[in-house]
């Protein structure tokens, strides 16, 4: 399999999944905004991130979409999945409450699967990241070469 198509796919996926989690919690903001501020870790800012979150989400999702920003892109869903995976780790081990913030099919996880869901995910901006950097290096290596010829 070529190394861009790889890219495509792991950018694909990670688009797919921020855009659809944005408006997921666009389209159900009050229920998304009352469930952070149940969250025992981050109730006094649940007002900013409950806009700042599919925000985020939203432009993680157009810097992957544009080949020149998706480096940028896939260092910015590694930074936010790895992130969630540490909140929802956090939450598991040392919360007395959880409270459900996921929209649409991620609310039908529980905690555990929803855990590793976002592993893979954690796992796919790496090897995103991996492929298109060393994808990158060859090409530059390519053109020295043909351009010392």
Request: proline share 2%.
């Amino acid at each position: 399999m070529k190394k861009g198509l790889i890219v495509e796919i792991m950018a694909s996926l990670l688009i797919l999944l921020f855009i659809y989690a944005a408006v997921s919690k666009l389209l159900d903001y009050h229920t998304f905004k009352i469930q952070l501020s149940k969250s025992p870790f981050i109730t006094q800012y649940a007002n900013f991130v409950a806009w700042a979150l599919p925000i985020g989400e939203i432009l993680v999702g157009l810097a992957l979409a544009i080949k020149k920003t998706r480096i940028i892109g896939l260092y910015a869903s590694l930074f936010l999945m790895t992130m969630f995976t540490a909140y929802i780790y956090a939450m598991l081990h040392y919360s007395y409450y959880i409270p459900c913030s996921c929209g649409g099919i991620l609310s039908k996880m529980d905690w555990n699967t929803h855990f590793w869901f976002n592993v893979v995910f954690v796992l796919l901006s790496v090897i995103g990241i991996l492929v298109l950097a060393g994808k990158r290096v060859n090409e530059k290596v390519e053109s020295k070469v043909i351009n010392a010829m």
